[in-house]
Every structure is written in C-alpha cells, then in structure tokens.
C-alpha cells in the first residue's frame, strides 16, 4: 500500500469517526435537553413534597424518556444487543447518577440548611445534572451502547470485553 492511499484512508476513517461523534452529541443533546425539561420541571412541581423526594420522582420519569431516546435516536447506528442487557447498564448507571445527586442535594439541604432556598437548591441541582450528564454519555458508550465491531466480533467475550 502506498503512502498516499494509506493517509487517504486514515483520512476518510477520521472523517467518518468524527462525523458518528457530532451525530451522537447532538442527538444525545436533544434527548438530554428534552429529559432536562421533563426533570426540572417535575422537580420544581414536585419540590413542596421534599427537594429528595422530588428529585427522585423526576429523575425516575426524565431516565424512562431517555433510554427511549438515546436507544432510538442518540445511539440508534449501533449494535443492538438484549434489551434486558442495555436496560440493566442504563439503570444501573443512572442509579448511581442518582444516588450521587441526592447526596448532593441532602448535602445542601440538611447539615447546609439551604432547603428554602430554592434558587439554591435548582442550582446544585443543575450542577448534578451537568456533572451527571458527562459521565452518562461516557458509559452508555461504553457499556450500554456497544459499537457493532465489539458484539459482532466473533473472538470477543462480551462480558470479559466490559469488565476490561
């Protein structure tokens, strides 16, 4: 192979590579500014009831729209495996996200006594969100998501693969 053809078609690979990012950003943004809608508004609804409480509910509601979403529009290009598999993982993962943001949250509400503040606790509940949001992205494609190469090779052990 020549030197040229070898960086056309590194090229061409990058080019396609950074072309399934953006569309996976982006799509993954909308589905996450659309949960984003459905969470704040549910926890602002919900927030006379108990700022953890209210985070519970809304996240729980925001999570069910999002694996749809990202399932079908975000990830959609790649491998499908059991949905049982993926659902798992995408519950798992915001499980943790969850339990991360109400320690967050009592954090500020109890030992801070911040809970009447309701500009202050929307706040750090949109740093939560932020900061949940990074880490959400990282391991769907990592763990929900898998990317065809890594299901469909055929000396690869899925669950050793993902333990890694």
Known sequence: MSTTSGRAGL???LRKS???LLKEIAAFGAVGLVSLVIDLGLYNLLAPHGWLKAKFVSTIVATAFA???NRN????HRARTSIGRESSFFVGINLIVL?????VLA???YPLGQ???HVVMNAVNLVTIGLGTVFRFWSYKRFVFLH???VHARDVDLDAELAE
């Open 99 to 103: 339990l991360v943001s109400e320690l």
């Open 107 to 109: 954090l500020f509400a």
């Open 115 to 117: 809970r009447d503040d």
């Open 73 to 76: 529009l975000s990830f959609s």
């Open 18 to 20: 950074w072309r399934i």
């Open 148 to 150: 065809p190469d890594r």
């Open 11 to 13: 090229s061409a690979y």
């Open 67 to 69: 694996y749809f979403g």
